[in-house]
C-alpha cells in the first residue's frame, strides 16, 4: 500500500497541488482536482501514515459502485472527521468529514482522480455496469413458501449460489446439466459456506435474540480457570460483520507454512477499546510486547537472565518476574523470523496475520508506559472490521497475551487459503446470504427485536434512508450492509403463519413454491403414473381443505433414482406409510374418514382400502357399548390403517 508520503509526491507529480495563495491545513495536505473538488490526504508531525492515508469527500458516495470497482482501491465508507478537511461538508457538528481510503499504486490513484473529475474508465465501466444488474436481480430479503415437500429448503441451495456467486453458476449452468449440475452447486455451496459468505440456520421456538444477534456468554478462561461474561456475536450480526470486512495485504506469492510456527498476540486491551498500540504498529510494521515495561532485553538470551533482570531492574515479585519473563523470552529468543503472528480481537474475532522479519529490539518511547518491547514484521493480511474465529480457528481463543496456537487450536488448511494470493481487481462488496430455515416457526418479535426495521432495502448502511440502532449489550451501532441477503423458507401448512405474516410481509417479497406433479412425468410404480397419482391427490385435498396444504413432489423424489420397478414399488409402498399417511393423519386432524376420501377407498373392494372400518365378530357393536338411544344416533368411526393396502397394486390404481 501507498503511504501518505507517497501519495502526496504522486498527486503533485500529476498535477493536482495546493491551491495558489492557501496554507495547507494542520493534518492533511489538501489537493485540488479542479471544479470544486478536492482529496485530503493525511500527515502528521514526524514519519509517514501507512493505514487508510487517503481521505475521499463525501459526494463521493455516489460513485461507490464505481469507486470500489477499481483494482488496488480499497475505500472503507466509515466516516473520519477532521477540521483539516476544510473543503468537504460537517457531519452535524465542529468537523468536517470524509471517507477513509488505501492505495495500492499511482495507477490506482489515477484511475480514481479520472472518475473524481468525470473522466471516462471504459475497462472498467462495463463490470460496474454488469454487478449492478446483478445486485438488482434478487431481493434483499425473500421468503419461499408452499406446502410441505414443494422443495423449498432444496432451492435455497441453487438460489444461494445464485446470489454469491452469479458469474460461476452462469458458468456451471453452460458446462453441466440435470444432477451433475446439482453436484458442482452443492460444491459450490459448501465453500461459500466454508468462506462464510454463506450461513444456515433454522427457526425453533426456543431460538432467540442473542442467537440472532448478540448476547453475554459466561465462559472460563483457559489460563486462570476464572469466570467471565463476554458478549457474544448471533449469527446475523456475524454475516453482516462479514459482509462489510476489507481485506488489505500482500497478495503477490503464496505463502508455504512448512518449518513456521504460528502465534497468538493481543495488541492492546480491545476489550475496553484501547486501539492506539494496534494502529502504531500497523502504521509502522512492528508488534510490541506489553509486558517487559521499560527495561532493554538486548542482553538477555536465556528465560534465566531475563527473569533476573526483571527482579533486578524493577524489584517485581517472583510470581510476576515468572509470568513477565516467559512472554518476554518467548518474544525475544523463541520466535523466530519467518514465524506468523495471528493478532487477536478479543476471544472471538482476529484482525491481522504478520510475518516476523528481523531479530528483537527495544523501543524507547517516554510518552506511553509499557509496549517497548518490539519485533519488526511484515503485515500479511489486516481485516476490517476483525473476523470471526470461525475463519480460523477451531475453538475460543485464551486472553494470555502470547503463546503458540497448536493444530488442536488453528486450522492451518484454512490459514493457508487466508494468505492465499487475491485478485487485486476484485474487490467490491461480495454477497453474504443467510437462510432461514422454517422461517414461521421463530418468534420474529424476540429474534429479530427492533432490528426487523434495519432489513428494509431504503434503510440498510448507505442507502436513502439509512438507519443504525445501538446494539444492547455491545453498545455498538449495527446497520445491515446492502450486500446481505436473506432467504426463508415457510411451510404454509404451519398455522404459525397467520402469527408472523403481517410482521414479514412488507419487508420480504413472498415466493410461492407450488406441487410439481410434472417433475414425476415418466415414473411409474404399481402400473400407474406416479405424477397423475399425485395431482389426484392434491385436487381431493384442495377440494377438502385448501390449495396450502397439498402434497409436495419432493417426497416422491427418491422414486426417480430407482431402476428396478420391484424397488420402486418397495419405496412407493415406504412413503405412503411413512410420509403420506402421517401428513394426511395431521391435516384431517385423524378424521380416517376424510382420509379414505382423499385416497377413494370408497371405490375399491375391502382388501384395497388403506382405511378399513373395523366391524367384525370380535368387535362389539354400538348397541352393545351403548344405550340404545345413543347408538342409533352415532356413526361408527372404529377406522384402522390397512397394512396389506401398501403392497397392492389395486390399492394405488383405485386412488385414480
Given at each position: 500500500m501507498l503511504n501518505s508520503l507517497e501519495i502526496y509526491q504522486a498527486?503533485?507529480?500529476?498535477?493536482?497541488?495546493?491551491?495558489?495563495?492557501?496554507?495547507?491545513?494542520?493534518?492533511?495536505?489538501?489537493?485540488?482536482?479542479?471544479?470544486?473538488?478536492?482529496?485530503?490526504?493525511?500527515?502528521?508531525?514526524?514519519?509517514?501514515?501507512?493505514?487508510?492515508?487517503?481521505?475521499?469527500?463525501?459526494?463521493?458516495?455516489?460513485?461507490?459502485?464505481?469507486?470500489d470497482s477499481?483494482?488496488?482501491?480499497?475505500?472503507?465508507?466509515?466516516?473520519?472527521?477532521?477540521?483539516?478537511?476544510?473543503?468537504?461538508?460537517?457531519?452535524?457538528?465542529?468537523?468536517?468529514?470524509?471517507?477513509?481510503?488505501?492505495?495500492?499504486?499511482?495507477?490506482?490513484?489515477?484511475?480514481?482522480?479520472?472518475?473524481?473529475?468525470?473522466?471516462?474508465?471504459?475497462?472498467?465501466?462495463?463490470?460496474?455496469?454488469?454487478?449492478?444488474?446483478?445486485?438488482?436481480?434478487?431481493?434483499?430479503?425473500?421468503?419461499?413458501?408452499?406446502p410441505p415437500g414443494t422443495g423449498k429448503t432444496y432451492a435455497t441451495t441453487e438460489l444461494a449460489v445464485k446470489i454469491a456467486d452469479g458469474e460461476w453458476y452462469q458458468n456451471a449452468v453452460q458446462a453441466h446439466q440435470g444432477q451433475a449440475l446439482r453436484d458442482v452447486v452443492k460444491a459450490r455451496y459448501q465453500t461459500l459456506v466454508e468462506k462464510q459468505r454463506i450461513m444456515f440456520t433454522t427457526f425453533h421456538q426456543s431460538f432467540s435474540y442473542e442467537d440472532f444477534i448478540e448476547g453475554i456468554r459466561a465462559t472460563t478462561d483457559e489460563t486462570s480457570g476464572n469466570l467471565r461474561y463476554e458478549v457474544v456475536d448471533g449469527i446475523f450480526k456475524q454475516l453482516c460483520l462479514n459482509a462489510k470486512v476489507k481485506v488489505q495485504g500482500s497478495s503477490t506469492l503464496p505463502i508455504s507454512l512448512n518449518g513456521r510456527r504460528v502465534w497468538k498476540m493481543s495488541l492492546g486491551n480491545t476489550m475496553e477499546g484501547e486501539d492506539d498500540i494496534y494502529e502504531e504498529c500497523l502504521a509502522n510494521n512492528y508488534i510490541l510486547l506489553g509486558w517487559g515495561e521499560d527495561i532493554n532485553f538486548s542482553a538477555s538470551s536465556t528465560l534465566e537472565t531475563i527473569k533476573s533482570q526483571i527482579t533486578a531492574e524493577n524489584g517485581s515479585s517472583e510470581a510476576t518476574s515468572e509470568y513477565m519473563g516467559t512472554a518476554v523470552n518467548t518474544f525475544k529468543n523463541i520466535m523466530r523470523n519467518g514465524d506468523l503472528v495471528v493478532v487477536s480481537d478479543g476471544n472471538h474475532k482476529f484482525r491481522a496475520i504478520a510475518e516476523i522479519t528481523a531479530d528483537y529490539q527495544y523501543l524507547p518511547n517516554d510518552e506511553r508506559d509499557g509496549f517497548h518491547q518490539m519485533r519488526p514484521v511484515k503485515w500479511l493480511r489486516t481485516y476490517a472490521p476483525s473476523l470471526p474465529k470461525e475463519h480460523l480457528f477451531f475453538k475460543a481463543l485464551s486472553q494470555k497475551t502470547l503463546y503458540e496456537l497448536k493444530d488442536t487450536t488453528i486450522d492451518r488448511e484454512k490459514l493457508t487459503q487466508l494468505l492465499a494470493p487475491v485478485e487485486s481487481n476484485d474487490h467490491r462488496a461480495q454477497p453474504?446470504?443467510?437462510?432461514?430455515?422454517?422461517?414461521?416457526?421463530?418468534?420474529?418479535?424476540?429474534?429479530?427485536?427492533?432490528?426487523?426495521?434495519?432489513?428494509?432495502?431504503?434503510?440498510?448502511?448507505?442507502?436513502?434512508?439509512?438507519?443504525?440502532l445501538m446494539l444492547p449489550y455491545s453498545k455498538s451501532l449495527f446497520s445491515v450492509p446492502q450486500n446481505v441477503y436473506v432467504i426463508g423458507t415457510m411451510n404454509t401448512?404451519?398455522?404459525?403463519?397467520?402469527?408472523?405474516?403481517?410482521?414479514?410481509?412488507?419487508?420480504?417479497s413472498f415466493i410461492e413454491m407450488q406441487s410439481q406433479p410434472d417433475l414425476l412425468a415418466g415414473i411409474t410404480a404399481f402400473g400407474i403414473d406416479v405424477s397423475t397419482l399425485l395431482n389426484r391427490i392434491n385436487q381431493r385435498i384442495e377440494a377438502l381443505l385448501d390449495s396450502e396444504h397439498m402434497i409436495g413432489h419432493a417426497y416422491f423424489m427418491p422414486l426417480k433414482n430407482i431402476e428396478s420397478a420391484a424397488e420402486r414399488e418397495k419405496c412407493l409402498s415406504v412413503i405412503f406409510s411413512e410420509k403420506l399417511l402421517p401428513l394426511l393423519r395431521e391435516y384431517f386432524f385423524d378424521d380416517y374418514e376424510r382420509i379414505g376420501w382423499v385416497l377413494n377407498d370408497s371405490s375399491k373392494s375391502k382388501e384395497s382400502r388403506f382405511i378399513l372400518l373395523q366391524q367384525s365378530a370380535q368387535l362389539p357393536g354400538l348397541a352393545e357399548l351403548f344405550p340404545a338411544d345413543i347408538a342409533s344416533s352415532l356413526s361408527d368411526r372404529r377406522f384402522r390403517i390397512n397394512p396389506h393396502a401398501f403392497t397392492s397394486p389395486a390399492a394405488y390404481q383405485g386412488i385414480l
Open positions: 498527486l503533485n507529480v500529476l498535477g493536482f497541488t495546493l491551491e495558489a495563495g492557501k496554507y495547507e491545513p494542520s493534518y492533511a495536505s489538501e489537493h485540488a482536482l479542479g471544479n470544486g473538488k478536492y482529496l485530503y490526504v493525511k500527515r502528521k508531525a514526524e514519519g509517514v501514515i501507512s493505514k487508510s492515508p487517503l481521505v475521499l469527500a463525501p459526494d463521493t458516495i455516489s460513485l461507490r459502485e464505481e469507486i477499481i483494482p488496488g482501491l480499497f475505500c472503507h465508507w466509515e466516516k473520519t472527521k477532521s477540521t483539516s478537511y476544510r473543503r468537504f461538508p460537517k457531519d452535524g457538528s465542529s468537523s468536517q468529514y470524509g471517507y477513509d481510503a488505501d492505495i495500492e499504486s499511482v495507477d490506482a490513484l489515477k484511475l480514481l482522480v479520472e472518475l473524481l473529475i468525470g473522466g471516462a474508465l471504459p475497462e472498467l465501466r462495463p463490470r460496474v455496469e454488469k454487478n449492478k444488474e446483478m445486485l438488482n436481480v434478487y431481493p434483499l430479503n425473500q421468503i419461499l413458501f408452499g453474504h446470504i443467510l437462510i432461514i430455515d422454517e422461517i414461521n416457526r421463530g418468534n420474529i418479535a424476540r429474534i429479530f427485536g427492533e432490528l426487523i426495521t434495519l432489513l428494509e432495502p431504503d434503510k440498510r448502511q448507505d442507502a436513502e434512508d439509512a438507519r443504525a401448512a404451519d398455522k404459525s403463519l397467520i402469527q408472523m405474516d403481517l410482521a414479514l410481509r412488507r419487508r420480504f
